[in-house]
């Protein structure tokens, strides 16, 4: 292979990077490394995300996952791509008092090669790379519609930046997406619009601007023990080529251990045949740390490896805003190390302590106790459930009857069982509709009879 074959097969490396090998025609779109996926466990599962989006990937994915969100989570991979090109993708996202923001960063570089003028003389080197930074917001609606039990809801701004060999272009777009619960448990549904409004990035001439798509998307979570199992489909209809479609499994054990295997139609760069394991290190104080893997091959130019790590956090959000006086510094500091011993002990493995501190700090009934609560409720343990459930037991206010109407509609019959009996001790009409409407839609015996003992305490005189 001569230098100028060389360098083309470069400048067509690059080419693939970027995306517009997949195009309907060369130049029709721009940004087109934007159709590359992020993430380890969402690269094996086929880039079927849409309707999974519960981590801050949804930034990328389906901002509507963004409201679902409920502590916050760093996301990091890297892409060994193909040879000389690699991605990073950073992803934060941080639930607020109203809906959750994410932040992210997309970023591909192409390692310089060599060029050369039409006598085969080299004439220097060329580089380039490729980079769009998201900002995201998603709220989320709680309804008790009986088709449409929650609703996610988000958007995404994201500025986008090319440059090769010395030119450079910029602009912005607009995601936009809705991730639904509908009132089959286990099953969302997803919608979403990427670059729904655009800019122009203009290398030469006038330029051209990212492609508009939309997709939807379905997935359908299975809670066993000690098996759970997750099945996603995206159906996909970009505006500069055909549509395709993405699907993808996640066999989790014990919910640490996953196994995952996906498949997209999208591209002719490989089979589409994507696998991966993501392993599951949780820690102390409810930080919980995640290794993803993913693998897939190419027909030509070798394999692709892609690999993860993400925190999630649950401990307090944030220190006092002031120092606290002298005198009253003692008792403070106190208190502070009660509160955080309690919450070790609430995360922790011994589930006869982790119920009882949910118990005490329930009774404190503090706006800041029930984001460790929803965050219990958000996990795929049984314990940690079942604390969450203890402690909203004896917490009151608005924030905990919703969270105990959430904890209703779980997916595991003994949490939903404790739930009840917990609702049929508080007051008033609220409960009773709740429990009501649980019993119309519940298949078990076992909560049956929960529900309708925690019934009969709500109408006793």
């Given at each position: 292979?001569?230098k100028?074959s060389?360098?083309?097969?470069?400048?067509?490396?690059?080419?693939l990077a970027a995306g517009?090998?997949?195009?309907?025609?060369?130049?029709?779109s721009?940004?087109n490394f934007?159709?590359?996926p992020v993430?380890?466990?969402?690269t094996?599962?086929?880039g079927?995300?849409?309707a999974?989006a519960?981590?801050p990937?949804?930034i990328?994915y389906?901002?509507?996952g963004l409201?679902?969100l409920a502590?916050?989570e760093?996301s990091?991979?890297?892409?060994?791509y193909l040879?000389?090109?690699?991605?990073?993708?950073l992803a934060?996202?941080?639930p607020?008092?109203y809906g959750?923001?994410?932040?992210?960063?997309?970023?591909?570089?192409v390692?310089?090669?060599?060029?050369?003028?039409a006598?085969?003389?080299?004439t220097?080197?060329?580089?380039?790379?490729?980079a769009?930074?998201f900002?995201?917001?998603?709220?989320?609606?709680?309804?008790?519609l009986?088709?449409?039990?929650?609703?996610g809801?988000?958007?995404a701004?994201?500025y986008?930046r090319q440059?090769l060999d010395?030119r450079?272009a910029s602009g912005?777009a607009?995601d936009?997406?809705l991730?639904l619960?509908p009132?089959?448990?286990?099953?969302?549904?997803g919608?979403?619009?990427?670059n729904?409004?655009s800019?122009?990035?203009?290398?030469?001439g006038?330029?051209?601007r990212?492609?508009?798509?939309?997709?939807?998307?379905?997935s359908y979570y299975m809670?066993g023990?000690?098996?759970?199992?997750?099945?996603?489909?995206d159906?996909?209809f970009?505006?500069d080529?055909?549509?395709?479609l993405?699907?993808?499994i996640?066999?989790?054990l014990y919910?640490?251990l996953?196994?995952r295997a996906g498949y997209?139609?999208?591209?002719?760069?490989s089979s589409g045949?994507?696998?991966?394991l993501g392993?599951?290190?949780?820690?102390?104080?409810g930080r919980?740390l995640?290794?993803?893997y993913a693998?897939g091959?190419?027909?030509d130019?070798?394999?692709?490896h892609?690999l993860?790590?993400?925190c999630?956090?649950a401990?307090?959000?944030?220190?006092?805003?002031?120092?606290?006086?002298?005198?009253?510094?003692?008792?403070v500091a106190a208190?502070a190390e009660?509160f955080?011993?309690?919450l070790?002990?609430?995360?922790?493995?011994?589930t006869?302590?982790?119920?009882?501190?949910?118990?005490?700090?329930?009774?404190q009934?503090k706006?800041?106790?029930?984001?460790h609560?929803?965050?219990?409720?958000?996990s795929?343990k049984?314990?940690?459930?079942l604390a969450?459930v203890r402690g909203?037991s004896?917490s009151s206010?608005?924030a905990?009857?919703?969270?105990?109407?959430?904890a209703?509609?779980d997916?595991?019959p003994e949490?939903r069982?404790?739930?009840?009996?917990?609702l049929g001790s508080?007051p008033?009409?609220?409960?009773?509709?709740?429990?009501?409407?649980?019993?119309?839609k519940?298949e078990?015996?076992?909560?049956?009879g929960?529900?309708?003992e925690?019934?009969?305490?709500?109408?006793a005189?």
């Amino acid at each position: 292979m001569n230098k100028a074959s060389r360098a083309f097969l470069a400048a067509w490396v690059y080419s693939l990077a970027a995306g517009s090998v997949f195009a309907a025609g060369p130049g029709t779109s721009a940004a087109n490394f934007l159709k590359i996926p992020v993430g380890a466990r969402e690269t094996a599962l086929g880039g079927a995300f849409t309707a999974v989006a519960d981590n801050p990937n949804a930034i990328f994915y389906n901002p509507g996952g963004l409201g679902l969100l409920a502590a916050p989570e760093l996301s990091y991979a890297y892409n060994n791509y193909l040879p000389g090109i690699s991605q990073q993708w950073l992803a934060f996202a941080r639930p607020a008092r109203y809906g959750s923001w994410g932040l992210g960063l997309n970023y591909l570089n192409v390692s310089a090669f060599d060029s050369y003028d039409a006598a085969d003389n080299r004439t220097g080197s060329v580089s380039a790379y490729d980079a769009a930074v998201f900002l995201g917001w998603g709220g989320k609606a709680e309804t008790s519609l009986p088709l449409l039990a929650s609703a996610g809801y988000g958007a995404a701004l994201k500025y986008i930046r090319q440059s090769l060999d010395g030119r450079s272009a910029s602009g912005f777009a607009a995601d936009a997406g809705l991730l639904l619960s509908p009132g089959v448990r286990g099953l969302k549904l997803g919608l979403g619009v990427e670059n729904a409004v655009s800019s122009r990035l203009d290398f030469i001439g006038s330029g051209a601007r990212p492609a508009r798509k939309f997709k939807t998307g379905a997935s359908y979570y299975m809670r066993g023990h000690p098996i759970s199992a997750l099945f996603s489909a995206d159906l996909n209809f970009p505006e500069d080529g055909p549509s395709y479609l993405s699907a993808g499994i996640e066999n989790t054990l014990y919910g640490l251990l996953s196994l995952r295997a996906g498949y997209s139609s999208f591209g002719d760069l490989s089979s589409g045949l994507n696998f991966g394991l993501g392993l599951g290190l949780p820690s102390r104080g409810g930080r919980e740390l995640r290794l993803d893997y993913a693998y897939g091959s190419t027909y030509d130019l070798g394999n692709v490896h892609k690999l993860a790590v993400s925190c999630r956090f649950a401990g307090p959000a944030s220190a006092a805003a002031a120092e606290p006086a002298p005198a009253a510094k003692s008792a403070v500091a106190a208190q502070a190390e009660e509160f955080s011993g309690r919450l070790e002990e609430l995360y922790g493995e011994d589930t006869e302590r982790a119920l009882a501190a949910a118990e005490a700090l329930g009774a404190q009934n503090k706006p800041g106790v029930m984001v460790h609560f929803e965050a219990l409720l958000s996990s795929g343990k049984t314990g940690w459930k079942l604390a969450a459930v203890r402690g909203l037991s004896v917490s009151s206010g608005e924030a905990a009857d919703g969270l105990l109407a959430r904890a209703l509609r779980d997916q595991d019959p003994e949490v939903r069982r404790q739930a009840a009996l917990a609702l049929g001790s508080r007051p008033g009409p609220a409960p009773a509709a709740l429990l009501e409407e649980a019993l119309r839609k519940e298949e078990s015996e076992l909560v049956k009879g929960a529900l309708l003992e925690a019934l009969l305490k709500t109408k006793a005189p």
